[in-house]
C-alpha cells in the first residue's frame, strides 16, 4: 500500500515539547515512582504511531514537529502552510483543574475550529477520528466540540482536527499517557478515522516482502516509512526519506539491540522484526536486550514501576521492577518475563492504585 494514495499529503502534529519538558504540561507528581508524566511522552508517541500507519495506509506524511523541544506555534503554522497538506492532526492531552491534584473528570474528545478556512470539512473529519478512535480504545467517548484561536486549528490553511487523549490529571487515565498500546491505539484509530474522511480503505498491516531494500545513499518513500517506524520504536530522527548517516546509525543499533546482522541494510529480516509482533511474546530475562525489553519497561513503568532508563536493555533495575509487579499481581516473583507475567503486563491501563 506504500505510496498508493501519495496525492493525499497528512500531516502529524504533537503539542509541546519534552527536552526540555514543556513547563505546566504534566500530571501530578506520580506516585510509587515520584515523577510526573509529562504530555509530550504521550503526544509525541502517538503522533509517530499515527504517521507510520498513514504511510502503511498508503498516504503521503509530513512529521510538522520533529523537534524533541517546544516549538512555537507561529512556526509550526508556517510550516504547515507552506506544506499545502491535505489535513494535519494534532496529539494532546487535556488537564482539569490546578493540575496539581487528581479528580475524576475523564475521556477523549476531538476538536475543531469555526475558524478553520474549511470548518465544515474540519467538523467532519473530527467525527470520523472521534468515531475511529472510539473502535480502538474503551476510554469514554466525549465527542466532538469546537475550541478556537488555537493556531494549530485555526490558522493552518487545510482542514485539522485536534485530539485530546484523555486527562493528566485522571490518575487512571495519566497512567496510560505512557503505555505504548494506549498510544497506538489512539494512533490507529486517528487513521481510521482519516481513512473514513477520505473513503480510503484502512489497512491494518503490511507484509515485509512488500516493501524493497534499501541502505544509506537510498532517498524513496521506503526509506521514509522505515524512519518513521524506527521513531515509534523510539529513535529520534528525521523523517525526510534519505538515508543517511544518522538513519544507517539507527538501523545498527536497531539491528544489534534484536539480534539481527548489523550491517546497516533494511532488507526482509529487519523489515519483518520492525512490522511484526512475535505471538506469545518472548520469554525475557536480565541480560535481554531489544523491541520486547523497550516495551516492557514502558509497560511498568506506565504501571508506575520504576525501570530506570526506557533503554531497551533488561538490566538489574528492570529486574526488581518485575520482580515487585510479580509479588503484587499474584505471580513467581522469579524476575523472568514469561506468559503469566506476560498476561497481566500487557493489559492496557491497570497497575498500581492511587494511595
Known sequence: MIGTYNYYYIGGNDEHGVNPPTLGKRTPIMPYIDRPFYENEFNRQAKNFFLAACMRCGFSVYDVKPELTDTSVSIRVARVNAQNLTLVVTFAYNAYGSGTTFNSLNGFQVLYSKQNIKPTASRLLSF????????????????VNTLNDVGMLSSVNCTASLIESGYMTNFEEAKKMLDPDYAKAIGEGATIGVCNYLGVKYVSDISASSLLTVKKGSYNMYVKYLQLLLNTCGYNIDADG????????????????????????????????????????????????????????LKLLSKLYNVGTIDGDFGTVSENAVIEFQKENGLAADGIVGPMT??????????????
Do not use: C, H
Request: charge should be positive; charged fraction near 15%; avoid cysteine.
Open 128 to 143: 470520523d477520528i472521534s468515531s475511529g478512535i472510539a473502535q480502538t480504545v474503551t476510554a469514554k467517548n466525549l465527542g
Open 342 to 355: 506476560w498476561a497481566k503486563l500487557s493489559q492496557i491501563g491497570g497497575g498500581r492504585p492511587l494511595p
Open 242 to 297: 534519505a538515508f543517511g548517516t544518522q538513519t544507517e546509525n539507527a538501523v545498527i543499533n536497531y539491528q544489534k539491540n534484536n539480534g539481527l546482522v548489523a550491517d546497516g541494510i533494511v532488507g526482509q529480516n529487519t523489515w519483518k522484526s520492525l512490522l511484526e509482533w512475535s505471538n506469545p511474546l518472548p520469554v525475557l530475562r536480565k541480560g535481554s536486550t531489544g523491541k520486547y525489553v523497550r516495551y516492557m519497561q
